[in-house]
Each structure stands twice: as structure tokens, then as C-alpha cells.
């Protein structure tokens, strides 16, 4: 997987997850940016972010900076992945930050992460979908799917059950080979078929797929994974861009989708009358 820092590993999906080396990755799609507000600015604090970032890597390309809840740092989001970095641009953390009283992951918590994959997962077309939805979807979920990777077949073999439990699966293409391997074309053949649904399910049972091609968004649902931090499959993001795996059977994903839904209740009923 393609490293923007060389000396850091930058987080990874579920242990669930199948992960492999890409081959041949072509450069990422353009960054949607979180909000107004997250281009370059004039503050002196984020062009030493910025100019710490560079010489870590001069190829590596920051998304957004904004303000951290640790004093003294600045969030940033760097291929869909956050970090923060202090204001003086000399130390840089990764992982997790606690707060201990509230008992949260402020960077998972991020929401400035959730917007911008918000902004990203929102960028891709349904018709560049592979979309299994009961009548009354009360989810949706954005699933970047490979048609070799074991807990991608099992997620699909129980897609009935999560259609069940109320949840739409919005399938992209995240060939975990990389481009140009024999992975990529089966997943352009599967988006290429009269039928991607039956073309999808066959390719998940037998591993064949009867070869097409045709103008398709495999790349480009491709270089969308990556800059929002995929190196495995299935990665699974919520409505409100939390990814919530790697794998999970049917009846936890409902429960995992219901307790996020829970929590964005909460803060929108704690927010002050009138904010956005």
C-alpha cells in the first residue's frame, strides 16, 4: 500500500479485513475537501503543519487542517486518515486520543474525518453502484468489496440477512491486487455485465467471471478508497462516514448502525438553538 509517510504506518481497517500489496496503483483521485474553510490558510501554525508534512515526504498531499481538541496540535487529515500534528511542527501522533471524563476517541470522533469521507463516498454516482436494498433501506452503507477477498464472499453470501435487518449494501470496486492486475479486469468485467447483481454474486461464489469490458468507475471507486484510507476489503462506512469495518455479520452491523445513529440524535438535541 502506498505510504505517504515512510516512517509511520497509518491506521489500518479491521483484523477482519483482506489486505494485499497493490500493483501498479495509479495516482489518487482529487481530495473532496471537508468544508468551506479548509483551504490553505495564512495561520503561520498550519504552513509549519504543512512544511513539517513536506519534509517528512515532499509527494505527500494534506487534505485539511483545522483546530484539535489537544492543545497545541493541529487535526489533519492526510489520505483519509487523521493525525494530529503539533503547532510548532515538531511532533506528529497517530492512534488515539482519549478523553477520559467523556470516555470517546476524539479522532475517531472526528468530524472533520466524517465529513470529508461524507464528501467523498457522496462524490460517487448510485448508477456506479452495485446496490442490494430491501423496499425501506433505514441504513445504507458504502462497502468497497473485492470479488477474491473471503470476508468480502461471506459479507455477500449474507446479503439477504443484512437487507433483513434493514440495511442497503452500496457496492464499490477496491480490487485489493491493484490496478492492472487480473483482480482489476474480473471487477471491470463484474461492472461491465448486463447484470452486475448476477455478475457480482457468481464472481463472489466461484471466482470466474465471464470477461467484458466497456467505460466503468472500477479506477475510479479505486483511487476513491485510497484517499479515504482503505487497504483492505470489505471496508465498511456508515451514513455518517464512520467506517465500521471490516467485516461484521448481519445482526452486529444493525446494532453498530443503530448505537451511531443514537449518538448523532444525542449531539444534535445538545447542540445550542440555532446552530448549524
Known amino acids: 500500500m502506498r505510504r505517504l509517510l515512510p516512517f509511520f504506518l497509518l491506521a489500518g481497517l479491521s483484523l477482519t479485513a483482506c489486505a494485499q500489496q497493490p500493483q501498479n496503483a495509479a495516482a489518487p483521485a482529487a481530495p473532496a475537501k471537508p468544508d468551506a474553510g479548509t483551504a490553505a490558510s495564512n495561520d ?15 509527494q505527500v498531499e494534506v487534505d485539511y487542517i483545522g483546530k484539535a481538541p489537544l492543545p497545541g496540535f493541529r487535526e489533519v487529515i492526510v ?11 515538531k511532533y506528529l501522533m497517530q492512534g488515539s486520543l482519549v478523553d477520559i471524563a467523556k470516555r470517546q476517541d476524539l479522532m475517531q470522533g472526528s468530524e472533520a474525518l466524517a465529513v470529508y ?39 455477500h453470501s449474507q446479503i439477504a440477512d443484512y437487507n433483513k435487518q434493514g440495511i442497503a449494501v452500496e457496492y464499490m470496486a477496491w ?21 452486475r447483481k448476477k455478475a457480482l454474486t457468481e464472481a463472489k461464489q466461484s471466482g470466474t467471471v465471464a470477461a467484458k ?38 445482526a452486529e452491523m444493525r446494532a453498530a448502525l ?11 438535541q445538545a447542540k445550542p438553538a440555532g446552530m448549524p
Open 213 to 250: 469490458d466497456c467505460t466503468n468507475p472500477v479506477t475510479m471507486e479505486f483511487n476513491l478508497g485510497q484517499r479515504l484510507g482503505v487497504n483492505g476489503t470489505p471496508a465498511i462506512f456508515a451514513p455518517d462516514g464512520s467506517q465500521i469495518g471490516g467485516y461484521l455479520p448481519p
Open 79 to 89: 489520505s483519509g486518515q487523521l493525525v494530529y500534528v503539533s503547532e510548532d511542527g
Open 117 to 155: 469521507r461524507q464528501n467523498l463516498l457522496k462524490s460517487i454516482k448510485t448508477s456506479d453502484k452495485i446496490v442490494f436494498a430491501p423496499a425501506n433501506p433505514k441504513y445504507t452503507v458504502n462497502v468497497f468489496t473485492d470479488i477474491e477477498c473471503g470476508y468480502c464472499r461471506k459479507l
Open 44 to 58: 503561520p501554525a498550519d504552513a509549519k503543519v504543512r512544511a513539517a508534512l513536506k519534509q517528512l515526504n515532499p
Open 175 to 195: 480490487p485489493r491486487m491493484g490496478l492492472g492486475s487480473q483482480d482489476h479486469k474480473d471487477m471491470i468485467s463484474v461492472w461491465c455485465a448486463a447484470d
Open 258 to 268: 443503530d448505537k451511531l445513529a443514537a449518538a448523532d440524535a444525542s449531539k444534535a
